[in-house]
């Protein structure tokens, strides 16, 4: 091997083929077997792609063929960022906010989310203990390989957003799944909680409001996880509060974690700029947790992107201190209008079985009456026939339910929920 790579080089042959057809030489000189020999890291292989991904080829394919597909598959939403958030963004590039931050993020931008957190959430970080990071994705992911590693487990309450147990899989961790039922509004059952711990359970990764079902965990039933979490020091919390600003009941506000009694000293809080501002290309995501726990998120965002984009940060402190409270009640009272229209065409579908969720932009009906509970071949057939896009919930861990989302317009709602009932009317004849 060594002396292969010796030959080559001080081989002459380069040179000499360079002068005479420069762009055949790599082609040439490849040997052949190489390519085959470099095998992917094992942790990786078995890393799956987004179980959507089939669905999604089909649009595409659909689209390219000229076809108009309605799709309910994507979780952003579909008003567009606030003004002073755009105008920022011209801003800080026409200023020259361009160069690298701190890897943590600027002091502007992390002083501004500790006071949103201590102001609506009534969390006490230190700006010390924010991490900015590009999405909250990035911040899930860096909770889960700072803290678990091979040998640990990870729970994770089902329905899921299914990057989790990807994530805890590719730190070598094992991902457990907490099942939860659609009679209990896919909430966590603090008992089942309590019998899925083991010696080896190093985190649990709470969802809150839940991406897909939507649901919000009331303030009492969150303090009857905290009770059984409570009973054992080694576990951590890493709490995506990414949809906290989309809830729609007032009598079942969003409840942060780490603000239960006992909960701050082990909770990971993970929230961002992508659904309550709309900024999702602007990637713009930040953890909060005490120092001993952020340390080694900060040490890996070092070592792997440094900083968030510096005009991201920019655009992120204006949200957090110029968006008029107004504004963001306005696009909130616009979402829950959208859901109650989607529930109420679903109640009038036979056999379909849903819940009022009372947060996100997603409801996940159960529809196992129909395809004998198969939701995957529903949602390929679904589009097939009707031009209509929806997630299977089997991607999230629900088999026998569909992912809608209703982050889109009103017309596309009507045309999309008129498509579902044709269709399952039309499945049963
Ligand atoms: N957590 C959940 C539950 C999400 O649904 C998403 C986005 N789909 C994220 C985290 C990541 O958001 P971001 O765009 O900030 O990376």
Same mark, same amino acid.
């Given at each position: ?24 030489? %790599?082609?040439?000189? #490849? ?20 179980? %959507?991904?089939?669905?999604?080829? &089909?649009?595409?394919? $659909?689209?390219?063929?000229? &076809? ?37 993020? %600027? ?25 900015? @990071? ?32 990807? $994530? ?15 009679? +209990? ?17 190093? $985190? ?35 709490? +995506? ?53 952020? &340390? ?9 992107? @440094? ?18 409270? @107004?504004? $963001? ?7 829950? &209008?959208? #859901? ?31 395809? +004998?509970?198969?939701?995957? %071949? ?52």
């Amino acid at each position: 091997m060594k002396l292969c790579f010796l030959l080559l080089l001080f081989s002459p042959l380069p040179s000499i083929i360079s002068l005479v057809s420069p762009p055949s030489f %790599t082609t040439h000189l #490849r040997p052949p077997t190489s390519l085959n020999s470099i095998l992917p890291n094992p942790l990786v292989a078995e890393i799956k792609m987004s179980a %959507t991904v089939e669905l999604f080829s &089909k649009v595409k394919a $659909m689209e390219a063929e000229g &076809k108009k597909v309605t799709s309910l598959c994507v979780g952003e939403p579909d008003f567009p960022p606030p003004q002073v958030v755009l105008d920022e963004l011209v801003n800080a590039i026409s200023s020259g906010q361009t160069t690298y931050t701190a890897v943590t993020g %600027t002091e502007e931008l992390r002083s501004a989310i500790a006071a949103d957190l201590l102001k609506r959430k009534h969390l006490q970080y230190k700006s010390t203990e924010i991490l900015v @990071s590009n999405g909250a994705k990035q911040s899930v992911y860096q909770g889960v390989f700072a803290i678990c590693g091979p040998g640990d487990e990870v729970i994770i309450p089902a329905p899921y957003w299914p990057s989790y147990p990807e $994530m805890v899989a590719l730190t070598g961790a094992t991902p457990v799944i907490l099942p939860t039922t659609i009679e +209990d509004e896919f909430l966590v059952n603090p008992k089942a909680l309590a019998a899925a711990i083991t010696p080896k359970t190093k $985190m649990i990764i709470f969802c809150n409001p839940s991406n897909p079902s939507g649901a919000v965990h009331s303030a009492s039933l969150m303090s009857e996880i905290a009770d059984v979490i409570r009973d054992y020091p080694q576990l951590a919390v890493l709490s +995506d509060e990414i949809y906290e600003r989309l809830v729609y009941n007032p009598s079942n506000p969003h409840v942060s974690f780490a603000s239960l009694p006992g909960m701050y000293d082990r909770t990971l809080t993970v929230n961002g700029f992508s659904k309550a501002y709309a900024m999702t290309g602007l990637r713009l995501g930040y953890m909060a947790a005490p120092a001993n726990l952020l &340390k080694p998120c900060i040490t890996i965002q070092s070592q792997l992107t @440094s900083c968030a984009s510096s005009i991201s940060q920019a655009a992120g402190v204006a949200a957090l201190t110029k968006v008029q409270e @107004s504004e $963001m009640e306005a696009n909130v009272e616009i979402m829950r &209008k959208k #859901r109650d229209y989607v529930l109420s065409k679903l109640a009038a579908m036979p056999d379909v079985k849903s819940f009022t969720p009372d947060g996100a932009f997603y409801v996940l009906p159960d529809v196992s009456a129909y395809y +004998d509970g198969d939701d995957a %071949t529903l949602c390929l057939d679904l589009l097939e026939n009707k031009a209509l896009a929806l997630v299977p919930g089997s991607s999230f861990g629900a088999p026998g339910t569909i992912r809608i989302s209703y982050a889109t317009s009103q017309e596309e709602l009507e045309i999309a929920m008129q498509k579902l009932g044709d269709f399952l009317k039309e499945s049963r004849q």
